[in-house]
């Protein structure tokens, strides 16, 4: 337990290098249950001259606040380097340096925080490995310092991206995992991990489950209330959304072309530009899925208006597609505009 974040592992050097080859997903990845991580970094021993207060605490807490918002803006592959960095050369010799047992315990959790933040950026840029092992860690450090919430939040995390991957086997253990672990109950909570749970569920093809698990979530956002806590909100905007995932993955696209739609005009100043500009193209695509090609080219033409500066591994294919997906329909005049514009946005 030496080395809590072994750069090498983790792939964080900030030149970027090991990030190569970083891309693949496990299905089999181990997930330690709550219990098994609690308490298991305790015996390190500590850098004796160098010694970390609440004050770094507060700084590394502060940080991932702006790594996130970054993140949100700009997208994983601009915010991801920095996280990566961040974690290296600042929060990994905080983690070994002398504290209070109050400071250390404290200090876990802000790099736990902190390592599921860089995991979620790494998941936008594609690197799918790597983004496991950061979850893996951020689990360990939860543990370390009770912190069961994070714990929590991270494993829904890690069944949004084996949903997103299409492995809805390992996102229905995930999410119920996290459902599970969740310390608290509160409508916020539980519309956060039932929403997810409805997603897995219908990938997996229990149907059932799947709505069962949808009006759980349909309840609880009723009477949740009206505050968002970072990394943990879910709103009327995050059920639309939702909701359209379980109708397209239960095979209705038209019932969940009406749900993203439904989505847009429930969102505020707490949903992030790279979701618009994600779920505009989601929607595009499943407009044109249905037949509907001058409301998809629609669809498209406003995520290509929002697209320049946003760094999205996720986004970047999304744009990628666009060319493929409307080849056919390359005589029409609206199509033939929203083509060639998506192959300069590609290009830049």
Same mark, same amino acid.
């Given at each position: 337990?030496?080395?809590?974040?072994?750069?090498?592992?983790? %792939?964080?050097?900030?030149?970027?290098?090991?990030?190569?080859?970083?891309?693949?997903?496990?299905? =089999?990845?181990?997930?330690?249950?709550?219990?098994?991580?609690?308490?298991?970094?305790?015996?390190?021993?500590?850098?004796?001259? #160098?010694?970390? /207060?609440?004050?770094?605490?507060?700084?590394?807490?502060?940080?991932?606040? #702006?790594?996130?918002?970054?993140?949100?803006?700009?997208?994983?592959?601009?915010?991801?380097?920095?996280?990566?960095?961040?974690?290296?050369?600042?929060?990994?010799?905080?983690?070994?340096?002398?504290?209070?047992?109050?400071?250390?315990?404290?200090?876990?959790?802000?790099?736990?925080?902190?390592?599921?933040?860089?995991?979620?950026?790494?998941?936008?840029?594609?690197?799918?490995?790597?983004?496991?092992?950061?979850?893996?860690?951020?689990?360990?450090?939860?543990?370390?310092?009770?912190? !069961?919430?994070?714990?929590? +939040?991270?494993?829904?995390?890690?069944?949004?991206?084996?949903?997103?991957? %299409?492995?809805?086997?390992?996102?229905? +253990?995930?999410?119920?995992?996290?459902?599970?672990?969740?310390?608290?109950?509160?409508?916020?909570? #539980?519309?956060?991990?039932? /929403?997810?749970?409805?997603?897995?569920?219908?990938?997996?093809?229990? +149907?059932?489950?799947?709505?069962?698990?949808?009006?759980?979530?349909?309840? =609880?956002?009723?009477?949740?209330?009206?505050?968002?806590?970072?990394?943990?909100?879910?709103?009327?905007?995050?059920?639309?959304?939702?909701?359209?995932?379980?109708?397209?993955?239960?095979?209705?696209?038209?019932?969940?072309?009406?749900?993203?739609?439904?989505?847009?005009?429930? +969102?505020?100043?707490?949903?992030?530009? #790279?979701?618009?500009?994600?779920?505009?193209?989601?929607?595009?695509?499943? !407009?044109?899925?249905?037949?509907?090609?001058?409301?998809?080219?629609?669809?498209?033409?406003?995520?290509?208006? =929002?697209?320049?500066?946003?760094?999205?591994? !996720?986004?970047? !294919?999304?744009?990628?597609?666009?060319?493929?997906?409307?080849?056919?329909?390359?005589?029409?005049?609206?199509?033939?505009?929203?083509?060639?514009?998506?192959?300069?946005?590609?290009?830049?």
């Amino acid at each position: 337990m030496e080395n809590l974040i072994d750069p090498g592992r983790l %792939g964080m050097d900030p030149s970027r290098r090991g990030v190569l080859g970083a891309g693949l997903f496990s299905v =089999a990845l181990t997930i330690p249950e709550w219990p098994d991580v609690v308490g298991k970094m305790e015996a390190i021993r500590a850098d004796p001259h #160098r010694r970390i /207060g609440q004050a770094e605490v507060q700084a590394v807490s502060a940080m991932t606040d #702006r790594l996130s918002d970054l993140d949100d803006e700009f997208g994983g592959r601009y915010a991801h380097p920095m996280a990566a960095a961040f974690l290296v050369n600042t929060v990994s010799p905080y983690l070994k340096a002398s504290a209070s047992r109050e400071t250390r315990t404290s200090m876990m959790s802000a790099a736990s925080l902190l390592c599921y933040l860089t995991g979620w950026m790494a998941v936008d840029e594609g690197v799918h490995g790597r983004a496991q092992q950061y979850y893996a860690k951020s689990l360990e450090l939860a543990g370390a310092s009770g912190d !069961q919430l994070t714990y929590c +939040r991270v494993l829904r995390g890690m069944s949004v991206q084996a949903a997103n991957l %299409g492995h809805g086997t390992p996102a229905v +253990r995930l999410a119920n995992a996290a459902a599970e672990a969740s310390p608290e109950s509160s409508p916020r909570m #539980r519309a956060f991990l039932a /929403g997810q749970q409805a997603h897995a569920y219908a990938l997996a093809g229990e +149907r059932a489950n799947a709505l069962t698990s949808l009006r759980e979530a349909e309840r =609880a956002v009723n009477q949740a209330e009206s505050g968002l806590g970072t990394f943990g909100g879910f709103s009327s905007a995050t059920l639309a959304y939702a909701t359209s995932e379980v109708r397209h993955a239960l095979g209705d696209v038209k019932g969940s072309v009406e749900s993203l739609q439904d989505h847009f005009p429930l +969102r505020d100043s707490t949903d992030s530009r #790279r979701s618009e500009i994600k779920f505009g193209a989601m929607l595009a695509e499943r !407009q044109l899925e249905v037949g509907h090609l001058e409301a998809a080219c629609a669809s498209w033409d406003k995520a290509l208006d =929002a697209y320049p500066g946003m760094h999205s591994g !996720q986004i970047d !294919q999304q744009i990628a597609r666009i060319p493929s997906l409307l080849s056919r329909y390359r005589s029409n005049p609206i199509a033939r505009q929203v083509i060639e514009r998506s192959g300069s946005a590609s290009a830049k």
